[in-house]
Nanobody, 112 residues
């Protein structure tokens, strides 16, 4: 079964950090394109960061300089390091890989 499982969310104060993890059920060694998305209550899902097939990384202006995407091919995992968190970062976060359905996401709540 091809699936993604996100984890690492939680409640954190503004200015804090979290590291989100995304575990893929198959090897990601040959996958270049990937991304993280988020959906806040009452809003549409939006891209936070995505990597294109030619390995170009694009961050949403609201997170640039604070969030960093990374990967561990040996573990079939993708990560999102989030620093200097703000209340407006509160959302359910999802990772996305080609050929995979959306996972259940992980809730991030930032208190002011």
């Amino acid at each position: 079964q091809v699936q993604l499982v996100e984890s690492g969310g939680g409640l954190v104060q503004a200015g804090g950090s979290l590291r989100l993890s995304c575990a893929a059920s198959r090897s990601i060694f040959n996958i270049n394109a990937m991304g993280w998305y988020r959906q806040a209550p009452g809003k549409q899902r939006e891209p936070v960061v995505f990597v294109t097939t030619n390995n170009s990384t694009h961050y949403a202006p609201s997170v640039k300089g604070r969030f960093t995407i990374s990967r561990d091919d040996a573990k079939n995992m993708v990560f999102l390091q989030m620093n200097s968190l703000k209340p407006e970062d509160t959302a359910v976060y999802y990772c996305q890989l080609p050929g995979y359905n959306w996972g259940q996401g992980t809730q991030v709540t930032v208190s002011s």
